[in-house]
Protein backbone atom coordinates (compact mmCIF):
# COMPACT_ATOMS: atom_id res chain seq x y z
CA UNK A 1 0.00 0.00 0.00
CA UNK A 2 0.98 3.23 -1.00
CA UNK A 3 -0.07 6.27 1.32
CA UNK A 4 1.92 9.16 3.55
CA UNK A 5 1.44 6.86 6.34
CA UNK A 6 3.14 3.80 4.77
CA UNK A 7 5.73 6.32 2.93
CA UNK A 8 6.71 8.00 6.48
CA UNK A 9 7.45 4.77 7.76
CA UNK A 10 9.41 3.86 4.96
CA UNK A 11 11.73 6.26 5.51
CA UNK A 12 11.65 5.39 9.41
CA UNK A 13 12.61 1.62 8.50
CA UNK A 14 15.30 2.86 6.02
CA UNK A 15 16.76 5.45 8.16
CA UNK A 16 21.02 4.40 9.61
CA UNK A 17 22.62 5.68 11.59
CA UNK A 18 25.04 6.93 8.50
CA UNK A 19 22.24 8.54 7.03
CA UNK A 20 21.93 11.37 9.48
CA UNK A 21 24.37 14.52 9.11
CA UNK A 22 26.93 14.58 11.62
CA UNK A 23 24.86 17.84 12.56
CA UNK A 24 21.82 16.60 13.60
CA UNK A 25 23.50 13.91 15.38
CA UNK A 26 25.32 16.57 17.38
CA UNK A 27 21.80 18.52 17.56
CA UNK A 28 20.44 15.13 19.06
CA UNK A 29 22.38 14.99 22.02
CA UNK A 30 22.24 18.29 23.01
CA UNK A 31 18.55 17.64 23.28
CA UNK A 32 19.42 14.61 24.99
CA UNK A 33 21.23 16.45 28.01
CA UNK A 34 18.78 19.19 27.79
CA UNK A 35 15.67 16.37 28.42
CA UNK A 36 17.68 14.80 31.09
CA UNK A 37 18.42 17.98 33.18
CA UNK A 38 14.35 18.79 32.94
CA UNK A 39 14.03 14.92 34.16
CA UNK A 40 15.73 15.52 37.39
CA UNK A 41 15.07 18.52 37.79
CA UNK A 42 11.30 17.26 38.64
CA UNK A 43 12.52 15.22 41.56
CA UNK A 44 10.01 15.80 44.54
CA UNK A 45 8.49 18.29 42.42
CA UNK A 46 4.57 17.74 42.74
CA UNK A 47 2.48 15.57 41.63
CA UNK A 48 5.99 13.69 40.48
CA UNK A 49 5.89 11.54 44.00
CA UNK A 50 2.70 10.31 43.01
CA UNK A 51 3.85 8.93 39.89
CA UNK A 52 6.91 7.55 41.63
CA UNK A 53 4.52 6.10 44.17
CA UNK A 54 2.18 4.57 41.39
CA UNK A 55 5.08 2.82 39.86
CA UNK A 56 6.20 1.35 43.39
CA UNK A 57 2.39 -0.15 43.45
CA UNK A 58 1.56 -1.55 40.33
CA UNK A 59 4.84 -1.91 38.81
CA UNK A 60 8.15 -5.04 39.81
CA UNK A 61 10.08 -4.35 43.09
CA UNK A 62 13.24 -3.82 40.47
CA UNK A 63 13.52 -3.93 36.92
CA UNK A 64 15.95 -3.27 33.66
CA UNK A 65 15.37 0.10 33.48
CA UNK A 66 15.67 3.12 35.49
CA UNK A 67 13.52 5.97 37.35
CA UNK A 68 15.72 8.63 36.91
CA UNK A 69 14.17 10.88 40.17
CA UNK A 70 14.50 8.17 42.82
CA UNK A 71 17.32 6.02 41.58
CA UNK A 72 15.36 2.93 41.54
CA UNK A 73 14.85 0.74 38.60
CA UNK A 74 10.95 -0.83 37.41
CA UNK A 75 10.13 -2.14 34.27
CA UNK A 76 10.72 -0.31 30.85
CA UNK A 77 6.65 0.78 30.88
CA UNK A 78 7.01 2.26 34.95
CA UNK A 79 10.30 3.62 33.96
CA UNK A 80 8.72 5.78 30.70
CA UNK A 81 6.09 6.75 32.33
CA UNK A 82 7.60 8.42 35.47
CA UNK A 83 9.97 9.85 33.70
CA UNK A 84 7.91 11.24 31.01
CA UNK A 85 6.41 13.23 33.74
CA UNK A 86 9.28 14.58 35.54
CA UNK A 87 10.50 15.57 32.77
CA UNK A 88 7.63 17.94 31.51
CA UNK A 89 6.39 19.07 34.56
CA UNK A 90 9.11 22.23 35.41
CA UNK A 91 8.20 23.70 31.69
CA UNK A 92 11.81 23.59 30.51
CA UNK A 93 11.89 20.53 28.13
CA UNK A 94 11.87 21.60 24.56
CA UNK A 95 9.55 22.34 21.99
CA UNK A 96 8.94 22.47 18.32
CA UNK A 97 7.14 25.47 16.97
CA UNK A 98 5.35 24.48 13.81
CA UNK A 99 3.86 21.13 14.94
CA UNK A 100 3.83 22.84 18.60
CA UNK A 101 5.17 19.41 20.04
CA UNK A 102 7.33 18.53 22.77
CA UNK A 103 9.48 15.50 21.13
CA UNK A 104 11.74 15.30 24.09
CA UNK A 105 9.89 14.57 26.77
CA UNK A 106 7.97 11.53 24.80
CA UNK A 107 10.76 10.58 23.14
CA UNK A 108 13.50 10.14 25.67
CA UNK A 109 11.58 8.64 28.64
CA UNK A 110 10.43 5.86 26.00
CA UNK A 111 13.87 5.32 24.26
CA UNK A 112 16.00 5.45 27.44
CA UNK A 113 13.98 2.84 28.91
CA UNK A 114 13.91 0.26 25.78
CA UNK A 115 17.60 1.54 25.24
CA UNK A 116 18.18 0.67 28.90
CA UNK A 117 16.16 -2.59 28.85
CA UNK A 118 18.06 -3.83 25.44
CA UNK A 119 21.15 -3.09 26.13
CA UNK A 120 21.39 -0.82 23.02
CA UNK A 121 24.32 1.27 21.42
CA UNK A 122 24.30 4.68 21.70
CA UNK A 123 24.37 5.04 17.79
CA UNK A 124 21.03 2.79 17.68
CA UNK A 125 19.74 5.15 20.55
CA UNK A 126 20.59 8.62 18.50
CA UNK A 127 19.34 7.00 15.61
CA UNK A 128 15.87 6.40 16.77
CA UNK A 129 15.64 9.56 18.03
CA UNK A 130 15.84 11.30 15.40
CA UNK A 131 13.05 8.77 13.59
CA UNK A 132 10.88 9.57 16.42
CA UNK A 133 11.83 13.54 16.30
CA UNK A 134 11.25 13.46 12.54
CA UNK A 135 7.82 11.23 12.76
CA UNK A 136 6.28 12.98 15.59
CA UNK A 137 7.02 16.42 14.05
CA UNK A 138 5.40 16.02 10.81
CA UNK A 139 2.10 14.03 12.66
CA UNK A 140 2.17 17.09 14.70
CA UNK A 141 2.55 19.30 11.28
CA UNK A 142 -0.77 17.18 9.79
CA UNK A 143 -2.75 17.54 11.97
CA UNK A 144 -2.82 21.32 12.41
CA UNK A 145 -3.52 23.98 14.23
CA UNK A 146 -7.00 22.97 14.83
CA UNK A 147 -6.44 20.16 17.02
CA UNK A 148 -3.92 22.16 19.07
CA UNK A 149 -7.08 24.35 20.17
CA UNK A 150 -8.65 21.27 21.97
CA UNK A 151 -5.79 18.63 22.32
CA UNK A 152 -2.74 18.86 23.85
CA UNK A 153 -0.54 17.42 21.21
CA UNK A 154 2.24 16.35 22.87
CA UNK A 155 -0.19 13.71 24.84
CA UNK A 156 -1.64 12.80 22.11
CA UNK A 157 1.12 13.10 18.68
CA UNK A 158 3.67 12.17 21.62
CA UNK A 159 2.22 9.06 22.09
CA UNK A 160 3.12 7.88 18.04
CA UNK A 161 6.49 10.04 18.23
CA UNK A 162 7.13 7.56 21.54
CA UNK A 163 6.49 4.90 19.62
CA UNK A 164 7.39 4.98 16.50
CA UNK A 165 11.72 5.52 18.37
CA UNK A 166 11.71 2.94 20.23
CA UNK A 167 10.08 0.60 17.08
CA UNK A 168 13.26 1.87 15.37
CA UNK A 169 15.12 1.03 18.21
CA UNK A 170 13.88 -2.44 17.69
CA UNK A 171 14.45 -2.12 14.05
CA UNK A 172 11.06 -2.69 12.77
CA UNK A 173 10.32 -3.25 9.42
CA UNK A 174 7.94 -0.65 7.40
CA UNK A 175 4.99 -3.04 8.53
CA UNK A 176 5.57 -3.18 11.45
CA UNK A 177 5.84 0.54 12.17
CA UNK A 178 2.87 1.08 10.14
CA UNK A 179 0.96 -1.66 12.66
CA UNK A 180 2.71 0.28 15.51
CA UNK A 181 1.42 3.03 14.22
CA UNK A 182 -2.14 2.24 14.57
CA UNK A 183 -1.68 0.85 17.69
CA UNK A 184 0.08 3.95 19.43
CA UNK A 185 -2.74 6.59 17.34
CA UNK A 186 -5.75 4.59 18.84
CA UNK A 187 -4.41 5.30 22.58
CA UNK A 188 -3.60 8.94 21.51
CA UNK A 189 -5.28 11.69 23.90
CA UNK A 190 -4.84 14.51 26.13
CA UNK A 191 -6.98 17.64 26.73
CA UNK A 192 -6.62 21.16 27.51
CA UNK A 193 -9.83 21.69 30.01
CA UNK A 194 -7.11 20.89 32.78
CA UNK A 195 -5.34 24.19 32.78
CA UNK A 196 -8.90 26.00 34.03
CA UNK A 197 -8.58 23.86 37.35
CA UNK A 198 -4.96 23.80 37.70
CA UNK A 199 -5.13 20.22 37.61
CA UNK A 200 -1.93 18.13 37.27
CA UNK A 201 -3.01 15.84 33.66
CA UNK A 202 -0.23 17.72 31.74
CA UNK A 203 2.40 15.69 34.09
CA UNK A 204 -0.17 12.68 33.06
CA UNK A 205 -0.36 13.27 29.17
CA UNK A 206 3.59 12.66 28.93
CA UNK A 207 3.76 10.00 31.46
CA UNK A 208 1.36 8.06 29.71
CA UNK A 209 2.27 9.49 25.47
CA UNK A 210 5.76 7.74 26.58
CA UNK A 211 4.78 4.72 28.40
CA UNK A 212 1.88 3.38 25.65
CA UNK A 213 4.13 4.34 22.58
CA UNK A 214 6.55 1.83 24.39
CA UNK A 215 3.95 -0.46 25.07
CA UNK A 216 2.53 -0.11 21.24
CA UNK A 217 6.03 -1.17 20.62
CA UNK A 218 6.84 -3.92 22.60
CA UNK A 219 3.16 -5.66 21.53
CA UNK A 220 4.02 -5.17 17.69
CA UNK A 221 7.21 -7.10 18.43
CA UNK A 222 5.34 -9.89 19.71
CA UNK A 223 2.84 -9.48 17.01
CA UNK A 224 0.05 -7.22 17.45
CA UNK A 225 -1.41 -5.25 14.79
CA UNK A 226 -2.57 -1.99 14.11
CA UNK A 227 -4.73 0.44 11.99
CA UNK A 228 -2.94 0.66 8.68
CA UNK A 229 -4.37 4.17 8.03
CA UNK A 230 -4.66 5.51 11.74
CA UNK A 231 -3.35 9.48 10.50
CA UNK A 232 -5.76 9.98 7.22
CA UNK A 233 -8.39 6.98 7.52
CA UNK A 234 -11.81 7.76 7.45
CA UNK A 235 -11.97 7.24 11.24
CA UNK A 236 -8.54 8.18 12.11
CA UNK A 237 -7.01 10.91 14.23
CA UNK A 238 -7.33 13.55 11.89
CA UNK A 239 -11.02 12.65 11.07
CA UNK A 240 -11.70 12.84 14.89
CA UNK A 241 -9.00 15.37 16.43
CA UNK A 242 -8.24 17.79 13.37
CA UNK A 243 -10.70 20.01 10.74
CA UNK A 244 -7.40 21.36 8.86
CA UNK A 245 -5.42 18.24 8.52
CA UNK A 246 -3.09 18.31 5.58
CA UNK A 247 -1.21 15.04 4.36
CA UNK A 248 1.56 16.86 2.36
CA UNK A 249 3.17 17.23 5.62
CA UNK A 250 4.18 13.41 6.81
CA UNK A 251 6.36 13.01 3.65
CA UNK A 252 7.93 16.79 3.61
CA UNK A 253 11.03 16.95 3.11
CA UNK A 254 12.06 13.16 4.22
CA UNK A 255 15.53 12.80 4.69
CA UNK A 256 16.34 16.64 3.34
CA UNK A 257 14.86 18.64 5.97
CA UNK A 258 15.58 17.12 9.48
CA UNK A 259 12.96 18.87 12.04
CA UNK A 260 14.52 17.69 14.65
CA UNK A 261 17.07 20.66 13.82
CA UNK A 262 14.12 23.32 14.29
CA UNK A 263 13.77 22.31 17.67
CA UNK A 264 13.68 25.16 20.09
CA UNK A 265 15.36 24.84 23.82
CA UNK A 266 13.41 26.70 26.64
CA UNK A 267 15.31 28.87 28.22
CA UNK A 268 12.31 30.70 30.68
CA UNK A 269 10.95 27.99 33.16
CA UNK A 270 7.22 28.70 31.58
CA UNK A 271 5.00 27.69 28.69
CA UNK A 272 6.69 28.50 25.43
CA UNK A 273 4.10 30.87 24.41
CA UNK A 274 4.90 33.32 27.06
CA UNK A 275 8.94 33.53 26.14
CA UNK A 276 8.53 36.18 22.88
CA UNK A 277 6.77 38.31 24.65
CA UNK A 278 9.11 37.57 27.70
CA UNK A 279 11.99 38.17 25.70
CA UNK A 280 10.43 41.54 24.19
CA UNK A 281 9.52 43.05 27.59
CA UNK A 282 13.21 41.98 28.55
CA UNK A 283 14.43 43.56 25.45
CA UNK A 284 12.74 46.81 26.06
CA UNK A 285 13.51 47.01 29.86
CA UNK A 286 16.83 46.63 29.32
CA UNK A 287 17.08 49.30 26.23
CA UNK A 288 15.27 52.24 28.10
CA UNK A 289 16.21 51.22 31.42
CA UNK A 290 13.06 50.84 33.00
CA UNK A 291 11.95 49.28 36.37
CA UNK A 292 9.06 47.50 37.35
CA UNK A 293 7.49 50.61 39.00
CA UNK A 294 8.15 52.45 35.82
CA UNK A 295 6.20 50.65 33.93
CA UNK A 296 1.85 51.15 34.00
CA UNK A 297 1.15 48.96 31.16
CA UNK A 298 2.36 46.05 28.89
CA UNK A 299 0.21 45.02 26.32
CA UNK A 300 1.92 41.56 24.90
CA UNK A 301 0.42 41.16 20.93
CA UNK A 302 0.29 37.52 20.43
CA UNK A 303 -1.02 35.27 18.14
CA UNK A 304 -4.60 33.46 19.04
CA UNK A 305 -2.89 30.00 20.59
CA UNK A 306 -1.47 32.24 23.02
CA UNK A 307 -4.88 33.66 24.01
CA UNK A 308 -6.55 29.95 23.91
CA UNK A 309 -3.60 28.52 26.66
CA UNK A 310 -2.78 31.79 28.62
CA UNK A 311 -6.26 32.98 28.79
CA UNK A 312 -8.23 30.16 30.79
CA UNK A 313 -5.59 31.87 34.22
CA UNK A 314 -6.48 35.00 35.45
CA UNK A 315 -5.07 34.87 38.81
CA UNK A 316 -2.81 31.52 39.23
CA UNK A 317 -3.70 29.14 42.43
CA UNK A 318 -0.43 26.95 41.94
CA UNK A 319 3.19 27.24 40.72
CA UNK A 320 2.14 25.24 37.77
CA UNK A 321 -0.56 27.39 36.63
CA UNK A 322 1.66 30.79 37.26
CA UNK A 323 3.73 28.83 33.97
CA UNK A 324 0.40 29.60 31.65
CA UNK A 325 -0.17 33.14 33.39
CA UNK A 326 1.11 36.08 30.72
CA UNK A 327 1.16 38.66 33.34
CA UNK A 328 2.65 36.61 36.09
CA UNK A 329 5.67 35.69 33.66
CA UNK A 330 6.06 39.05 32.48
CA UNK A 331 6.53 40.36 36.57
CA UNK A 332 8.63 38.18 36.88
CA UNK A 333 10.50 39.67 34.21
CA UNK A 334 9.94 43.06 35.28
CA UNK A 335 10.71 42.88 38.84
CA UNK A 336 13.35 40.20 39.04
CA UNK A 337 14.90 40.19 35.64
CA UNK A 338 14.09 36.30 35.12
CA UNK A 339 11.49 33.68 34.92
CA UNK A 340 13.82 31.10 36.18
CA UNK A 341 13.05 27.78 38.10
CA UNK A 342 13.73 29.79 41.67
CA UNK A 343 11.87 32.53 40.53
CA UNK A 344 8.47 30.57 40.00
CA UNK A 345 9.20 28.61 42.83
CA UNK A 346 9.73 31.80 45.21
CA UNK A 347 8.36 34.60 44.20
CA UNK A 348 5.62 33.77 41.39
CA UNK A 349 2.80 33.63 44.16
CA UNK A 350 4.46 35.35 47.21
CA UNK A 351 5.88 38.54 45.79
CA UNK A 352 3.43 41.44 46.02
CA UNK A 353 5.40 43.25 43.54
CA UNK A 354 4.74 40.31 40.95
CA UNK A 355 1.07 40.20 41.42
CA UNK A 356 0.59 43.93 41.01
CA UNK A 357 2.89 43.86 37.46
CA UNK A 358 0.65 41.14 36.08
CA UNK A 359 -2.74 43.05 36.64
CA UNK A 360 -0.57 45.76 34.05
CA UNK A 361 -0.20 43.25 31.59
CA UNK A 362 -3.15 42.74 28.72
CA UNK A 363 -3.02 40.18 25.51
CA UNK A 364 -4.31 41.41 22.37
CA UNK A 365 -4.68 39.29 19.22
CA UNK A 366 -2.04 40.39 16.76
CA UNK A 367 -2.86 39.69 13.08
CA UNK A 368 0.81 39.65 11.56
CA UNK A 369 1.88 38.11 14.77
CA UNK A 370 -0.79 35.22 14.80
CA UNK A 371 0.03 34.99 10.86
CA UNK A 372 3.48 33.62 11.02
CA UNK A 373 2.48 30.90 14.46
CA UNK A 374 3.22 28.17 14.14
CA UNK A 375 6.72 28.26 12.01
CA UNK A 376 7.75 31.31 13.88
CA UNK A 377 6.54 32.34 17.37
CA UNK A 378 7.10 36.47 17.21
CA UNK A 379 7.72 38.63 20.65
CA UNK A 380 5.79 41.62 20.44
CA UNK A 381 4.82 44.45 23.44
CA UNK A 382 4.02 47.96 23.94
CA UNK A 383 4.87 49.04 27.01
CA UNK A 384 3.75 52.33 28.83
CA UNK A 385 5.73 54.41 31.58
CA UNK A 386 4.31 56.74 34.45
CA UNK A 387 5.69 59.54 32.45
CA UNK A 388 3.00 58.64 29.95
CA UNK A 389 6.07 57.22 27.58
CA UNK A 390 5.09 54.75 25.15
CA UNK A 391 8.06 51.98 23.78
CA UNK A 392 7.78 48.86 21.72
CA UNK A 393 9.77 45.52 21.87
CA UNK A 394 10.36 43.11 18.73
CA UNK A 395 11.71 39.85 18.99
CA UNK A 396 11.34 37.23 16.05
CA UNK A 397 13.96 34.81 17.56
CA UNK A 398 13.09 34.19 21.33
CA UNK A 399 16.08 32.75 23.14
CA UNK A 400 16.55 29.04 22.84
CA UNK A 401 14.77 29.45 19.28
CA UNK A 402 17.17 27.78 16.13
CA UNK A 403 17.78 31.20 15.19
CA UNK A 404 18.68 32.36 18.54
CA UNK A 405 19.51 28.73 20.07
CA UNK A 406 21.89 27.54 22.83
CA UNK A 407 24.94 26.58 22.43
CA UNK A 408 26.93 23.82 24.37
CA UNK A 409 28.08 25.66 27.30
CA UNK A 410 24.54 27.21 27.96
CA UNK A 411 23.38 23.83 27.57
CA UNK A 412 25.42 22.36 30.21
CA UNK A 413 25.31 25.32 32.22
CA UNK A 414 21.56 25.27 31.93
CA UNK A 415 21.56 21.13 32.88
CA UNK A 416 23.82 21.99 36.09
CA UNK A 417 21.06 24.62 37.06
CA UNK A 418 18.27 22.14 36.61
CA UNK A 419 19.62 19.52 38.56
CA UNK A 420 20.53 21.42 41.51
CA UNK A 421 17.32 23.36 41.74
CA UNK A 422 16.23 19.73 42.48
CA UNK A 423 19.26 18.02 44.42
CA UNK A 424 18.81 15.16 42.20
CA UNK A 425 22.64 14.89 41.70
CA UNK A 426 25.47 16.30 42.98
CA UNK A 427 27.74 18.52 40.53
CA UNK A 428 30.45 15.60 40.15
CA UNK A 429 27.48 13.14 39.25
CA UNK A 430 26.48 15.99 36.50
CA UNK A 431 29.78 16.57 34.94
CA UNK A 432 29.73 12.96 34.52
CA UNK A 433 26.78 12.63 33.05
CA UNK A 434 27.36 15.50 30.31
CA UNK A 435 30.61 13.42 29.49
CA UNK A 436 28.44 10.15 29.02
CA UNK A 437 26.17 12.11 26.85
CA UNK A 438 28.58 14.17 24.60
CA UNK A 439 30.14 11.10 23.31
CA UNK A 440 26.95 8.90 23.49
CA UNK A 441 27.55 8.29 19.86
CA UNK A 442 30.19 6.05 20.73
CA UNK A 443 29.01 4.07 23.44
CA UNK A 444 28.56 0.37 23.35
CA UNK A 445 25.34 0.42 25.96
CA UNK A 446 23.00 3.03 26.86
CA UNK A 447 22.83 1.84 30.17
CA UNK A 448 22.27 2.68 33.22
CA UNK A 449 23.32 6.09 35.18
CA UNK A 450 22.99 5.72 38.50
CA UNK A 451 22.43 1.99 39.25
CA UNK A 452 25.40 0.55 37.50
Known sequence: MSSPTHNLMRFVADLGYEDVPERVVARCEDL???????????KGYSPIPLFENYAKQMGPKQGSSEILTNRETSSPWFAAFVNGAASHVVEQDDLHNSSVLHPATVVFPALLAAAQDLQSSGRDFITAAVAGYEAGIRIGEFLGRSHYTV???????????????VGK?????????????????TQASGLWEFLRDAADSKQLHTAKAAADGLLAAYMTADGLTGAQQILEGPQGMAAGMSSDANAACLNDSLGSRWALEETSFKFHASCRH????????????KERGLTADDIVAVTARVHQAAIDVLGMVDVPETIHQAKFSMGTVLGLIAVHGNAGLTEFQNKALQDPKVSNFRNKVNMVLDA?????YPRKWLGRVEV??????????SVDDP????????????????FRRLVAFSGAATDSEAGQIISRIWSLRDAENVGLYFNS
Open 399 to 414: KGDPGNTLDRSELEEK
Open 169 to 185: LMKFNQTQLVNLLGSAG
Open 32 to 42: YLDWFGSALAG
Open 384 to 393: TTLSGEQFEG
Open 151 to 165: FHTTGTVGTLAAAVA
Open 274 to 285: THPAADALLKVI
Open 368 to 372: SVDGA
